[in-house]
């Protein structure tokens, strides 16, 4: 990090330093790259050595786009042990700062080990637009006590600039998966108008009946029956 900066240059410069990390991520073409993105700016901006998400999705956290594979041995432990700074910030507290490691009282089991990797310092925030948690970005850092309040401060800011940019990305992924679903569903309803000589609204009755017996999701049914015909055609 820079050295401590005061007054309104300073917030001149984080306020610059925002401006081109939003059109950095807007400028990513799908989610995995933001996720990318967001890591790779938040070491840059932020400071450590790497940096990752962890994002919960039914009750399952991932590591999501790590600027090193350190990171996910280290999101690993974590999750072996159910404690340290990433599970924190996702279920207590908005940001977790570590000291050194090697002496945090916080994490018993996962602190000796993260350091045994070489990871003595980390700085975690919890992501969220309004009351909406999507997760952690984290950083790590083989130095102790590397992250200071002004990197904390900053990061924060950084952090929830980041959240909106995922939940962005995020949408407009669902977006277009429902687009092409749609259309997959569209394209099933149309063979089986064809091969069973029934009309729109029976066919896809047809698909929910079908979607239900075998407790599948209505565009899995569709894909099936799409692919299976194509298979049935190419003999």
């Known amino acids: 990090m820079s050295p401590t900066r005061d007054g309104p240059a300073a917030a001149g410069g984080l306020a610059a330093i925002l401006s081109e990390v939003a059109r950095t991520l ?21 400071g450590g050595d790497a940096a990752g998400l962890s994002l919960r999705e039914n009750g399952v956290i991932r590591t999501m786009a790590p ?9 690993k432990l974590q999750a072996r042990f159910q404690e340290g700074p990433c599970l924190g910030a996702i279920a207590e507290h908005q ?43 984290n950083l790590y850092s083989s130095r102790p006590d590397a992250f200071s309040a002004e990197a904390e401060s900053e990061g924060l800011l950084f952090a929830s600039h980041a959240a909106v940019a995922l939940v962005g990305a995020q949408t407009e992924h ?19 108008v064809e ?12 698909l929910v009946r079908t979607s239900q017996h075998a407790n599948l999701k209505l565009h899995a049914v569709a894909t099936w029956l799409v ?9």
Do not use: C, N
Request: a negative charge.
């Open 95 to 137: 940001t977790y700062r570590t000291g050194d490691l090697e002496h945090e009282r916080r994490w018993p089991r996962f602190g000796p080990a993260a350091v045994s990797l070489g990871v003595r310092s980390m700085l975690a925030y919890r992501l969220f637009v309004t009351d909406t948690t999507l997760g952690a970005l």
């Open 174 to 192: 669902h977006l277009q998966a429902a687009i092409r679903h749609r259309d997959t569903i569209g394209i099933a309803k149309g063979i089986l």
């Open 195 to 206: 091969r069973h000589r029934i009309s729109v609204e029976d066919a896809f009755s047809m």
């Open 26 to 46: 807007q400028a990513e073409p799908d989610v995995e790259s933001t996720l990318e993105a967001i890591t790779r700016a938040a070491v840059e901006h932020i």
């Open 227 to 235: 692919e299976q015909s194509g298979r049935d055609a190419a003999r």
């Open 67 to 75: 600027t090193d594979e350190l990171v996910v041995t280290v999101d």
